[in-house]
């Protein structure tokens, strides 16, 4: 995918650093000619950067039917050739070729690129894109439970990726046939067209609130322009425009606030019974425990009641998603909260300010302890290794097929290794074991359990106590617990 990338960015550097050379080179029907081929150019390198090879190809002769019937014939035809071109595209007739293509090429070639946040921060980023698709989940709970809602969704997506494609193909034909008479505001057109696919991905990813949202912002520019464009006298047309640009730059600004409001916590809810103290351990945070980067670990006791503490909790994780640290859990026991919280490893003075944040928010003094923890030591002993943990986690995520309304048997699958080869074979007796050789090594063998399971709690949880008494009895290591049906 390393060569797709390269590729890509060669073509739209060259493209970019020829854009200024045609401004000065062309006449103005020149420019026209270079920026239409420059546009359908960069809209084919998108295709071959994300959607592949295949897709490309595909794309291409859709594009060159579409490019030679506008070309041969007459205007009074462009629109049902523009129309037939958007539905080639949207119905894809030549789907069985590109399942072909897709068979018989490289999976560097078919593959679309994916790209992952890395950096130090890579958890952290990690982190709030899980807590966004948890914010989002109750849209996409009625994706499973409410055929209506899947169904109305699907159709938007599907309008208003057609209207984009329809708009791309039509407003390429109208400058392509006006380039005698060629003007640089032609190209506006192409803002629509750009926040049409931007809507059709929010709706397709996010659902309809998320792309409510974006169509409020984008629609500031075009109504800027038309005040600008309009015949208005000048008082009126610049006191409107101007009135629109303070109005955009303030709905601006109170979403990207309301962007970092938009915070949510899954718990992991159980009682620990070893440590008299209840838990809340957060579910989110739990595919991400094991990290570089966020090894600075504090605690801060907070003299205040659970309700007290959750009063202001929706604050904390604003704080906490604004200035980049992971609230990991939180406990109460005897009239006193425990936050625990995963910053970056440079990030010392930001425990000391989270603190202070602390202290102003409940008026009272706050303890702290922090240290730093690489391999979660602490975190596996206090939370994650727990059997009251273990058990939360699995009813959670079975919980969660329940609400999405998946009424089969589930399947409890446990990640352990083994240092010794004898007592793996002695726990083979009693549980059916896969070897995973690519997490072993000469030191122990991890193996992955799969039991079958009702869907019931008091059933998950008497399952998993075997088990891990077992693995207890065995020598064996607990690693891991998912749940699948």
């Known amino acids: 995918m390393k060569r797709r990338i390269v590729i890509a960015g060669s073509l739209t ?20 000619i270079f920026m239409i081929s420059a546009i359908v150019a960069m809209v084919y390198i998108g295709v071959y950067v994300f959607g592949g090879v295949p897709k490309l190809i595909i794309y291409s002769i859709y594009g060159a039917i579409t490019a030679l019937f506008l070309f041969l014939l007459a205007d009074p035809y462009h629109l049902p050739v523009v129309i037939v071109g958007t539905l080639l595209v949207v119905l894809n007739p030549l789907s069985s070729f590109e399942t072909y293509l897709e068979t018989n090429l490289n999976d560097e070639d078919v593959l679309p690129v994916r790209f992952s946040i890395r950096g130090s921060y890579w958890p952290f980023f990690s982190y709030t894109r899980e807590m966004k698709n948890f914010y989002h989940l109750p849209q996409a709970r009625k994706l499973y439970t409410k055929s209506w809602y899947l169904h109305t969704r ?37 803002y629509i067209i750009i926040i049409v696919f931007i809507l059709a991905f929010f709706m397709f990813k996010k659902g309809f609130t998320s792309t409510f949202r974006t169509l409020v912002v984008s629609l500031f520019p075009p109504v800027i322009y038309l005040f600008m464009v309009s015949d208005f006298p000048a008082a009126i047309k610049y006191s409107f425009a101007g009135s629109f640009v303070i109005l955009g730059i303030v709905v601006s600004i109170v979403e990207l606030v309301n962007f970092y409001q938009r915070v949510a916590y899954e718990s992991y809810h159980y009682f620990d019974v070893e440590d008299q103290r209840e838990v809340f351990a957060n579910a989110l945070f739990e595919p991400l425990v094991y990290n570089e980067t966020f090894t600075l670990c504090a605690e801060y006791q907070i003299r205040v009641s659970l309700e007290e503490f959750q009063k202001y909790f929706h604050d904390i994780l604003v704080y906490a998603n604004y200035f980049k640290l992971i609230i990991t859990a939180y406990s109460h026991k005897q009239n006193t909260i425990y936050l625990y919280a995963h910053f970056h490893e440079k990030g010392e003075k930001r425990v000391d300010r989270f603190k202070l944040f602390l202290e102003a928010k409940f008026k009272m003094a706050v303890t702290t302890r922090a240290e730093f923890d690489p391999n979660k030591e602490n975190y596996e002993q206090m939370f994650f290794h727990r059997t009251n943990y273990i058990i939360a986690r699995a009813q959670s995520l079975a919980g969660l097929l329940k609400e999405l309304e998946i009424k089969t048997k589930i399947i409890i699958s446990f990640i352990v290794y083994f240092e010794l080869d004898d007592e793996l074979e002695s726990f083979s007796k009693e549980y059916s074991v896969t070897e995973l050789d690519e997490l072993s090594d000469e030191a122990y063998n991890t193996v992955r359990i799969d039991i079958p399971c009702i869907n019931v709690d008091y059933m998950i949880e008497s399952k998993i106590r075997e088990l891990l008494l077992s693995l207890l009895i065995h020598h064996g290591k607990f690693v891991r617990v998912s749940v699948y049906y």
């Open 13 to 32: 550097i060259l493209i970019l650093i020829f854009i200024p050379l045609s401004l000065i080179l062309f006449n103005l029907k020149g420019q026209g």
């Open 154 to 190: 699907q159709l938007t997506t599907l309008l208003l990726f057609s209207l984009g494609i329809f708009l791309f193909i039509l407003s390429i034909n109208s400058i392509a046939n006006s380039l005698d008479n060629f003007n640089w505001m032609h190209f506006f057109i192409f």
